[in-house]
């Protein structure tokens, strides 16, 4: 089993800063790569930004391209999610997912374990 925990959410005013931080425990994989989803009230969940196993490839989302940032530490098992220029439309709860894997994907579908998610409150 694996466990995800997220961390960093809150509550921020438009144009302001959070980074957020999923920690990995349990029985993970040598090889895998890591993604990062949200939804929404009354949404569907949807894809932000992937990271695979080398960290050396990223994909974002249109919406948050140039805006978040993805990294991680593979020592730490962690992975991370600066976002700046916050929006309001950013408002959702952020989950973190890992991809038994070393490419990374944009499906939901493609992750097989998930955190519990942390709320991102983006006030106008």
């Known amino acids: 089993q694996v466990q995800l925990v997220e961390s960093g959410g809150g509550l921020v005013q438009a144009g302001g800063s959070l980074r957020l931080s999923c920690a990995a425990s349990g029985r993970t994989f040598s090889s895998y790569a890591m993604g990062w989803f949200r939804q929404a009230p009354g949404k569907e969940r949807e894809f932000v930004a992937a990271?695979?196993?080398?960290?050396?490839?990223?994909y974002y989302a249109d919406s948050v391209k140039g805006r978040f940032t993805i990294s991680r530490d593979k020592a730490k098992n962690t992975v991370y999610l600066k976002m700046n220029s916050l929006k309001p439309e950013d408002t959702a709860v952020y989950y973190c997912a890992r991809r038994n894997t070393i490419v990374a994907g944009s499906k939901a579908e493609q992750y097989d374990y998930w955190g519990q998610g942390t709320q991102v409150t983006v006030s106008s």
């Open positions: 990271i695979n196993w080398s960290g050396g490839s990223t």
